[in-house]
């Protein structure tokens, strides 16, 4: 059971990203998906957050209007764009899958089952 995030790197303030995040080992049709940061000497914070089937998403007002969260479950793969970059958006980013019954987000962190290894992203000015 394993989670690939991969796409992080170095970009300009204003520039964009893509990660993405492969599942192997289980099927992520039944779990909600959501994607933390971590900065150096802070703790991991959610930043976007989708339901099973893809109805639903949640975003924190840090990165609401410039973060897209997205799966495609025929490739067991989530993505997260990420436009309008920011110095304060440079961490470790973490994919997570929690398993639950409903479509709905799960934007509690104990929830989660399986976490990625994480991709740096820095941003820089």
């Known amino acids: 059971v394993q989670l690939q995030a991969s796409g992080g790197g170095l970009v300009q303030a204003g520039g964009s990203l893509r990660l993405s995040c492969a599942a192997s080992?289980?099927?992520?049709?039944?779990?909600?998906i959501g994607w933390f940061r971590q900065a150096p000497g802070k703790e991991r914070e959610g930043v976007a957050y989708?339901?099973?089937?893809?109805?639903?998403?949640y975003y924190p007002d840090s990165v609401r209007g410039r973060f897209t969260i997205s799966r495609d479950n025929a490739k067991n793969t989530i993505y997260l764009q990420m436009n309008s970059l920011k110095l304060e958006d440079t961490a470790v980013y973490y994919c997570?899958?929690?398993?639950?019954?409903?479509?709905?987000?799960?934007?509690?962190?104990?929830?989660?089952?399986?976490w990625g290894q994480g991709t740096d992203v820095t941003v820089s000015s």
């Open positions: 080992g289980f099927t992520l049709d039944y779990f909600a």
């Open positions: 997570a899958a929690g398993s639950l019954l409903k479509d709905y987000v799960l934007t509690r962190i104990t929830g989660y089952d399986y």
């Open positions: 989708i339901s099973r089937r893809g109805s639903s998403t």
